[in-house]
């Protein structure tokens, strides 16, 4: 499976050698990788975009089209004389995801078709004691309306453990370490359980500040304290998913997601929070040197420029590695923001087929 984080890579001009049936398949996800990007586009485009040959991008498309894949969607050139070219679009339609962002009061879901647009959301308080596979599928099923998904991709607080799948306490009511497999055992779709951070870095990095940088680091400053690192445009989550667990770093007599606690710091001036906010900044510069800090969550977006400012001020005279530091983009929807775009990278991989090995 292709990494969640980033652009898709650049494995159509690596391929050095591959087969026919290798062929069509790496020339297939490249055209339907440029509906996804540029939209309906007619045969001649394609063409022009893959370099492909004539007979190449016409047996492509009729390909796609008896996949139901691709869909003559119009025609272009209808203000000028002769034929039209038509256009082929996406079958957004074959297949639909949801992303779940789970905290410790409320879930939060949104369905999106294949293309990546809403097609249903719904949000749900969580009871005093809820069963909370029971309660995530219900709202998955609500916001969904009857529609099929191919993938569900859940953000929730806690370590995910890379090789078992399993949770460490979520800090919420009803939590179980095994939330993956059972929400495995109660729907068709395949299911996805990701820290709700990591989920985050993956929304700044494809359309938020990060993007254009392949090595960065996300604070998350909310009411979990924690961070989200991407080396070589790939998470990193550790051998037991812990990586970016800063919230236990000591400072002082007091832990790091003490300090950061938002009843205590939110009251703080851009000074003074700023003050407090080095120490995580700190300790990932000196030990990754990610080039790009971003500061998320309540108090780290809310703080703006002007509190990513002061932090670089600081950062800068302790440490010689050249670091900036940004306010993330994406607000309170970066978790479920990121679940989407996770269960659409899974979709598309298994609809239009993995992208080819290189070499």
């Given amino acids: 499976m292709k990494s969640p984080i980033g652009s898709l890579p650049d494995y159509y001009g690596r391929v050095k050698t591959a087969d026919p049936t290798m062929a069509r398949a790496i020339n297939d996800r490249l055209a339907l990788d440029l509906l996804l990007e540029r939209g309906p586009l007619t045969a001649p485009q394609l063409r022009a975009l893959t370099g492909l040959s004539r007979p190449t991008v016409s047996d492509l498309v009729e390909r796609l089209r008896a996949d139901g894949l691709i869909e003559v969607t119009g025609e272009a050139g209808a203000d000028r004389r002769g034929p039209n070219a038509r256009l082929y679009g996406l079958v957004a339609g074959r297949a639909h995801v949801a992303g779940v962002d789970l905290r410790r009061d409320a879930v939060h879901v949104t369905v999106a078709d294949l293309a990546g647009e809403p097609a249903g959301s719904v949000s749900r308080p969580l009871p005093d004691a809820p069963d909370l596979p029971a309660v995530i599928i219900a709202a998955v099923a609500e916001a969904a309306g009857g529609i099929d998904l191919h993938a569900l991709v859940v953000g929730t607080p806690g370590l995910i453990h890379p090789g078992t799948g399993l949770v460490t306490d979520g800090a919420m009511p009803g939590w179980r370490p095994d939330l993956g497999p059972a929400l495995q055992e109660r729907t068709a779709a395949r299911v996805v359980v990701e820290n709700e951070v990591n989920l985050a870095a993956v929304a700044e990095h494809r359309d938020g500040a990060a993007v ?30 812990g990586a970016g667990e800063v919230g236990l770093l000591r400072s002082g007599d007091r832990d790091f997601c003490e300090l950061m606690d938002v009843a205590s710091a939110g009251h703080l001036d851009a000074e003074a929070l700023a003050d407090r906010v080095v120490e995580g900044v700190f300790a990932l510069v000196a030990v990754l040197d990610p080039g790009l800090v971003l500061l998320g969550g ?19 005279a302790r440490t010689p590695a050249a670091t900036l530091v940004r306010p993330a983009v994406h607000e309170s929807g970066a978790v479920l923001r990121g679940a989407v775009l996770t269960a659409l990278d899974l979709a598309r991989d298994d609809v239009f087929g993995r992208p080819a090995a290189t070499g």
């Fill in 212 to 241: 254009g940088h392949d090595d960065f680091a996300l604070l998350w400053l909310d009411d979990g304290v924690g961070a989200a690192i991407v080396l070589d445009g790939r998470l990193r989550r550790g051998a037991s998913g």
């Fill in 298 to 316: 309540v108090l780290g977006r809310g703080g703006g420029d002007r509190l990513a400012g002061l932090v670089a001020e600081r950062l800068a």
